[in-house]
């Protein structure tokens, strides 16, 4: 998923942080039922346990929770304890809510350009809302933060450098070039999302 910093203002009341969680968990179930009812996959980390579960036995949900276990060290490390506890919550919900919303919706027809778009917008504006309330889904973007801080290499570079191996192992592993480029349209969309509804000169920091 695509590197941004969280919101960092902390005037959000508990109950609003819990409902920003549970509609930030319901937009991302539903992008990853979109992606993996096409057999898509999508950027970052999310995108490389979607990989992990179409070649093992092991579900989207397990695998994307256990492969963000490494990164809340760098998530203290960067941005605090409070994001980094957050953090594991959101991946906990998001974790265990694609994994049921699989039982709960299912498509018969699902066109796959419309499905990537889709599954793209779920997923940008998911991003948003949890970003909003101070937390991410972890990942390849909390390191490249981190190493940008203590090595000072670009952190943009590195999340594109990951995304980049990612999409060269989908072509082996989807073996399909159009699977590839539709994942590749869906990765996108929420960059796009997240560049337009989260810029700190228009909606952070005021």
């Not at 920003?20 to 991302?28: C, P």
């Not at 009812?37 to 070649?55: M, P, R």
């Not at 579900?59 to 929770?65: R, T």
């Not at 991003?127 to 390191?143: I, K, P, T």
């Amino acid at each position: 998923m695509p590197l941004n910093e969280p919101h960092k203002q902390t005037d959000h009341s508990l109950h609003e942080d819990i409902q920003a969680f549970v509609l930030g968990t319901l937009l991302m179930s539903l992008a990853m039922q979109f992606i993996t009812a096409l057999g898509l996959i999508t950027g970052q980390t999310a995108g490389l346990a979607v990989l992990l579960s179409y070649i093992s036995d092991y579900s989207f949900g397990l695998i994307f929770f256990v492969i963000n276990l490494p990164f809340y060290i760098f998530g203290y490390l960067r941005l605090g304890p409070r994001f980094t506890i957050k953090t594991f919550i959101a991946v906990l919900m998001v974790s265990f809510g694609a994994d049921q919303m699989g039982n709960l919706v299912s498509f018969d027809a699902l066109n796959p350009i419309l499905g990537a778009v889709l599954g793209g917008c779920c997923a940008g504006l998911g991003l948003v809302v949890f970003f909003r309330h101070g937390a991410s889904l972890g990942g390849v973007g909390v390191v490249a933060l981190w190493a940008q801080d203590r090595y000072g290499v670009q952190a943009g570079w590195i999340q594109m450098g990951f995304d980049l191996i990612l999409f060269i192992l989908a072509i082996f592993i989807l073996a399909d070039a159009s699977l590839v480029a539709l994942s590749v349209l869906g990765a996108l969309i929420p960059n796009l999302i997240i560049g337009v509804n989260h810029r700190k000169d228009r909606y952070i920091g005021r």
